[in-house]
């Protein structure tokens, strides 16, 4: 049945909707691609963080503090200076969805591309070194959907803070690891509802002759992601032309700290759980470098090397 559902949605999607939807953005805005990051005590990981995605082309972070108590504004600052950072802080916990709809409301009109990604997930190009070389390719489609390439503690018992976190960790899982990501979506379409799916499927409303009607993310393989998840091409990983690599556990040491706290969305914590854990730890059966292309130039970034 869910393949029959699939098969009509794709054609209705594939043919009548293109006659009408799709059309190449007049990039007339500020920015070209942003992001929001919301983040809660990460002054460990916000240079490597801030720095990748200036390197691969990222015009403009828009970073939500949530309450952080350490070194953020220290590590935040020069980038605000430079004009590349906004800060914006969000007292309210557990409301990181509605952090996401005050940055697109307060900010849409600011950037042509807009993508929700967390502190612990980095935009892959796989061939591409620049992003807006890679947007192109999409930028007829109103949402593109980025699958999670899934990494985990490689076995490590301590974080290694002389190491890059996209250096020092590798071990992952096969392929594209879960068939979810996060979507980098064109900001002159609203988003469609505002709730945990949006977080990871941003669908949107396009009009069509005063009728709203819901459109729902294309996938890298350019295909819509129709039906929950159903359809994702998860067989294809080789042929991807991105990846979102989610760092979501790091070290033990690190997840360990997670798993005592709440965090930006959870009110009850998951991952006080062993076996949420174990769910995706010991699916860890392979290794990927396709970042490590970046590695270099990002030593060079952060250390300042000419």
Known sequence: MKKIIYCIESVLYNTVFRLFLWKKPKYKKKYRISLCGMFKNEGLFLKEWVEYYIMIGVDHLYMYNNNSDDNYLEILQPYIDEGFV???DWTENHAQIEGYKNCFDRFRNETQWLAFIDLDEFIVPRKDNDINEWIKRYERYPSVLLYWKMFGTGGKMKHDANQLVIEQYY????GFGHNVGKCIFNTDYEIAYYNEITHHYTCVYYNLLGIRIRVVPINVFKRFVISGFYYTCLDRYEQASIQLNHYWSKAWSLYEQK???TDVFWNVNPKKDLNYFYSDECL?????????????KLKHRIFNIQ
């Not at 860890?284 to 270099?296: A, E, H, L």
């Open 86 to 88: 906004t800060l914006v």
């Open 171 to 174: 071990i992952c899982q096969k």
């Open 259 to 261: 798993r005592q706290r």
């Open 284 to 296: 860890n059966c392979s290794s990927d470098f396709t970042i490590f292309r970046f590695v270099m």
